[in-house]
């Protein structure tokens, strides 16, 4: 199964995706993970060639929300966009990828629909989840970049 995710820039959830001076495509995202009772926060920035193929990652811990020292979001996130160097804001499409940090497993993971759960996009093939907190589903067809949260 070999397509590409479209990856549109919105004010909502995909705020930092792009194209960066060097030719390299970028995409800065914020998950969590919620399993043990609490919640952890993570910036994970994704650097990806002119073919949608992953070639860089970086995924930094911000912390247990309940934590009063956690890390604040948006200094690791200018952090990141000066890491990455100069670029704009703009629609990239990028294959399904997955990466290991922190003992998770980030990306976008690539998942079937369960048979006969009554949902009538199980008919439009399989969806493509933002993990490792489920913040993001896609879902065909891919070039529109259609998404739910």
Same mark, same amino acid.
């Given at each position: 199964?070999? @397509?590409?995710?479209?990856?549109?820039?919105?004010?909502?959830?995909?705020?930092?995706?792009?194209? *960066?001076?060097?030719?390299?495509? #970028?995409?800065? =995202?914020?998950?969590?993970?919620?399993?043990?009772? %609490? $919640?952890?926060?993570?910036?994970?920035? #994704?650097?990806? =060639?002119?073919?949608?193929? *992953?070639?860089?990652?970086?995924?930094?811990?911000?912390?247990?929300? &309940?934590? &009063?020292?956690?890390?604040?979001? &948006? $200094? +690791? +996130?200018?952090?990141?966009?000066?890491? *990455?160097? /100069?670029?704009?804001?703009?629609? +990239?499409?990028?294959?399904?990828?997955?990466?290991?940090?922190?003992?998770?497993? @980030?990306?976008?993971?690539?998942?079937?629909?369960? /048979?006969?759960?009554? =949902?009538?996009?199980? %008919?439009?093939? /399989?969806?493509?989840?933002?993990?490792?907190?489920? !913040?993001?589903?896609? #879902?065909?067809?891919?070039?529109?970049?259609? #998404?739910? !949260?």
């Amino acid at each position: 199964m070999s @397509f590409k995710i479209r990856l549109v820039p919105d004010k909502w959830h995909l705020q930092d995706v792009g194209m *960066l001076d060097n030719g390299a495509m #970028y995409w800065i =995202d914020v998950q969590l993970n919620s399993e043990g009772g %609490d $919640t952890r926060d993570f910036v994970a920035t #994704y650097a990806f =060639d002119l073919d949608g193929n *992953l070639i860089w990652n970086e995924i930094e811990d911000l912390g247990l929300r &309940s934590e &009063s020292r956690r890390r604040d979001v &948006s $200094t +690791i +996130i200018s952090r990141q966009r000066e890491k *990455l160097g /100069p670029g704009q804001i703009a629609d +990239i499409s990028v294959h399904p990828f997955s990466v290991n940090a922190y003992g998770l497993v @980030f990306g976008l993971m690539v998942r079937k629909p369960e /048979p006969d759960d009554g =949902d009538p996009q199980d %008919d439009q093939g /399989p969806f493509v989840d933002a993990m490792p907190g489920w !913040t993001l589903m896609f #879902y065909p067809p891919w070039e529109e970049g259609l #998404y739910s !949260t």
